[in-house]
């Protein structure tokens, strides 16, 4: 074959394993083993210094396996090739998404730092950042996705906290609502806010749009997370999340995952490698289904409004440039106003057959839940308001079903909250 860079989905299925590491087999095994021999006294020596960044590599050296807490085959396969999709230096992978994005954060904030974060966010992480950072004496600022970067700047230099930034932490799309934040914008204030001492860090979680639909290393970003549950896993059968960066970066979260522990198992990473093969299939489709599902709604009599990015036109302005410059697809996540309030969506969810009631995204199947009286619960009212979260707000996931049998689903569901609406009126 001529020299051609191959496309990610042509290297998924045996990318970073050669069949002669282990017998022949095309399929890399499952290195279910907690530590690793040496051959000799002097390779562990060489392996540790490595590992501890005690000394620089000499030509050609890489390091080799000692623990499975520090590294493991499974998880050096699984780096190499989720590195590919957002064409990556490199990559750590963890037990969770919330322990990528903790982890990640704690090695780059400390006592005294400014963490300046875009609301909404998902739920787990705006605990972790309000509840957990600001233990350890790190101020986090909040700004929504309407705040201008020169607005954000002006409203940090009169608190006197510019200096102090550490970290821009942004999520875009938002969650449930698909607000989107400009990656280049941002990331242009994280360099306009770094001096010579102190690089501020721009980090996106791309979970609701990755790894293929929005690359934010490429618009500037210098780190991208995932909850690797979601669409990169995408059977609903595993916790598992990952960071992605220059080495230098992600060399220094891997060695605080090393201290925290929060690294994914053998057996989690092997089952991620198997979802990669079909990561473009999946995604593609449950893109094409998502379209029609969001057509379909956008003209129902019980449906006020559908918060979906392939909706968007030119007459939503800033929303719809970002989306041009920034996506490659609309996505699969969609949510939507119905007609009425809790009662209606609650007669929805409860009436649907096909679709699943259940919070999580990205999966095979489809998911629908109430994002005011689940994942966003607990926040409130007011910033749920500010979030544009209601009691009307559904949210779906969509999958890879038959597309007829899910819009049928959904409408025999609405129909079943028309009622409910009706008697209300009447009663
Ligand atoms: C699910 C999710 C997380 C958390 O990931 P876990 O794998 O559940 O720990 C973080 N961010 C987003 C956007 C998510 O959807």
């Not at 007669?347 to 990205?362: D, E, I, M, Q």
Request: hydrophobic share 45%.
């Amino acid at each position: 074959m001529p020299y051609q860079k191959l496309q990610p989905e042509s290297l998924m299925m045996s990318y970073g394993h050669k069949s002669g590491m282990a017998r022949g087999a095309v399929k890399a095994p499952i290195y279910q083993t907690s530590t690793f021999a040496f051959e000799t006294a002097e390779e562990g020596k060489d392996f540790f210094e490595l590992a501890y960044s005690l000394r620089e590599p000499l030509n050609g050296e890489t390091p080799g396996m000692i623990y499975s807490r520090l590294d493991n085959p499974n998880l050096e396969i699984l780096e190499k090739r989720l590195s590919l999709w957002d064409d990556a230096e490199s990559c750590a992978v963890f037990a969770s998404g919330m322990a990528a994005i903790s982890t990640t954060v704690f090695e780059f904030l400390k006592p005294g730092d400014v963490l300046l974060y875009s609301s909404p966010l998902y739920g787990g992480t705006v605990h972790f950042i309000t509840e957990v950072l600001t233990r350890f004496g790190i101020q986090v600022v909040p700004f929504y996705y309407d705040q201008q970067p020169e607005a954000i700047l002006r409203q940090l230099k009169a608190n006197h906290q510019a200096h102090r930034v550490a970290m821009i932490y942004l999520e875009t799309p938002a969650n449930p609502t698909n607000a989107l934040i400009d990656i280049e914008a941002m990331s242009a204030l994280a360099r306009e806010l770094s001096d010579k001492g102190r690089q501020v860090l721009t980090v996106v979680d791309n979970t609701y749009m990755g790894p293929l639909w929005q690359h934010p290393l490429q618009l500037g970003a210098d780190l991208v997370l995932y909850s690797a549950t979601k669409y990169i896993g995408g059977h609903s059968d595993v916790v598992a999340g990952a960071a992605l960066g220059n080495k230098e970066l992600i060399g220094r979260i891997k060695v605080l995952r090393t201290f925290f522990g929060s690294m994914a198992s053998p057996y989690d990473a092997w089952l991620l490698t198997r979802s990669l093969e079909t990561l473009k299939l999946r995604m593609e489709q449950q893109a094409r289904n998502a379209q029609r599902v969001a057509r379909f709604l956008q003209v129902h009599p019980m449906v006020d409004r559908v918060h979906y990015l392939g909706l968007l036109t030119e007459a939503d302005g800033e929303q719809w440039r970002i989306y041009k410059r920034q996506c490659s697809a609309p996505g699969a996540m969609l949510a939507f106003d119905i007609k009425g309030g809790e009662k209606e969506a609650f007669a929805f969810l409860n009436n649907l057959k096909l679709v699943k009631l259940a919070v999580s995204l990205g999966s095979t199947e489809s998911l629908a839940e109430h994002p005011a009286t689940m994942t966003h619960a607990g926040i409130s009212e007011e910033v749920l308001a500010e979030m544009g979260i209601s009691e009307k707000l559904v949210r779906l996931s969509v999958g890879v079903e038959n597309v007829r049998d899910l819009i049928a689903d959904i409408e025999f569901a609405l129909e079943k909250a028309a009622e409910v609406l009706e008697m209300e009126a009447v009663g």
